[in-house]
């Protein structure tokens, strides 16, 4: 069924660039036809040359954005980004877990393009244990793959297939697991992987030669909640946010002086 004005929810951290985080979910959530509602967890000092500083939001505070919201708003999909402590992980997992929306897409987000942690180490487990159950899709990277199961780096196809089995067990053996391949090295495609115990679907795309690739977890993450909030299908979803994806990148946006952009709003 399709949803006329489809609301979905990005709970995130705040980059001053616009490349990643909330301001990149609007964009991306605008452009593909929904109504972006917003949640803020922590403000960032960023561009795109690094991280260098981060102010997390007081938890109770967070819960209560999420509070009045759910209570005044008809939330189709929440996506979730940035949370990068325990304490806000659980805040925001108790009150998801109130509201209850129909779909969760968790994008475990770690590290930043620039290689800054966004998430503190005792944060993993956390997130493990109180998010990976709720969600309805994560979509980790090869990276994010292997920390959230502690295990050696993901460099073939036949580990990638073991990684996504192994986090469907890790979230309760329910819902999906979207496992991005774009780190693989030594191939001139990226492979992503969808499993949800019984049928695993493949989703292959030509690497698009670009510098310009900050915030391309988030802006995907987005683009799938908004596929779902508008009564898309997962598998569809995927599809539709890779195919918009591909166009963002492409436009070949330089912004700052390091690894810049991908250009959200290419479609409007």
């Not at 301001?23 to 795109?48: E, F, H, M, R, W």
Request: overall charge negative.
């Amino acid at each position: 069924m399709q949803i006329k004005h489809p609301n979905v929810l990005s709970i995130a951290g705040v980059d001053p660039s616009g490349g990643a985080g909330l301001l990149a979910d609007v964009k991306t959530i605008s452009s593909l036809g929904g109504y972006a509602t917003g949640v803020v967890t922590a403000a960032t000092a960023q561009n795109t040359q690094g991280v260098f500083g981060v102010i997390p939001i007081p938890t109770d505070f967070v819960k209560k954005q999420i509070d009045v919201l759910f209570e005044d708003v008809r939330i189709d999909s929440v996506k979730i980004g940035m949370l990068f402590d325990s304490n806000l992980i659980k805040g925001v997992a108790e009150r998801l877990r109130y509201w209850n929306p129909r779909y969760i897409v968790l994008d475990p987000v770690m590290v930043a393009k620039s290689g800054d942690a966004l998430l503190t180490d005792d944060a993993v487990a956390t997130l493990r244990d109180e998010l990976l159950p709720l969600a309805t899709v994560i979509t980790p990277n090869l990276p994010e793959a292997a920390r959230l199961l502690e295990s050696v780096d993901i460099t073939d196809d036949e580990q990638m297939e073991a990684a996504a089995n192994d986090l469907w067990k890790l979230k309760g053996c329910h819902g999906w697991v979207y496992l991005k391949g774009g780190h693989m090295e030594g191939v001139d495609y990226s492979e992503d992987l969808l499993y949800d115990g019984r049928h695993m679907i493949r989703y292959r795309a030509e690497r698009t030669m670009t510098k310009n690739t900050h915030g391309t977890g988030c802006t995907l993450s987005s683009a799938i909640a908004s596929g779902l909030a508008k009564g898309l299908s997962l598998p569809d979803a995927i599809s539709a946010a890779k195919e918009y994806i591909s166009g963002a990148l492409a436009r070949m946006m330089d912004l700052g002086h390091c690894s810049g952009p991908l250009h959200q709003a290419y479609r409007i």
